[in-house]
């Protein structure tokens, strides 16, 4: 079991960044891909970007360039800092554990943290 806990939402300006963290207990971290999605009012959640066990990423073309997301796996803590904010990354921001153990797949989700972008 994996509980995950998102913090570092608010409310920014357009141009600013924000760093997200989601702290994550109860397992092994380290063997977790983990990732960010997010969904704003009326859309569906969409994933922002991912980070493997062996630290490869990936990030959705929206965010590319602006959001890095790293882990620090002595902290069981991933983060996602993201800089030249647009009023169209507002959106409730979650974290995502998973992992594939042989035939066995597990996910897990924060509770979220709302980040909103002013113009």
């Known amino acids: 079991q994996v509980q995950l806990v998102e913090s570092g939402g608010g409310l920014v300006q357009a141009g600013g960044s924000l760093r997200l963290s989601c702290v994550a207990s109860g397992s092994i971290f380290s063997m977790y891909a983990m990732a960010w999605y997010r969904q704003a009012p009326g859309k569906q959640r969409e994933l922002v970007a991912t980070?493997?066990?062996?630290?490869?990423?990936n990030y959705a073309d929206s965010v590319k360039g602006r959001f890095t997301i790293s882990r620090d796996n002595a902290k069981n803590t991933v983060y996602l800092q993201m800089n030249s904010l647009k009023p169209e990354d507002t959106a409730v921001y979650y974290c995502?554990?998973?992992?594939?153990?042989?035939?066995?797949?597990?996910?897990?989700w924060g509770q979220g943290t709302q980040v909103t972008v002013s113009s």
């Open positions: 995502n554990a998973a992992r594939v153990s042989g035939t066995t797949y597990t996910n897990y």
């Open positions: 980070i493997t066990s062996g630290r490869s990423t």
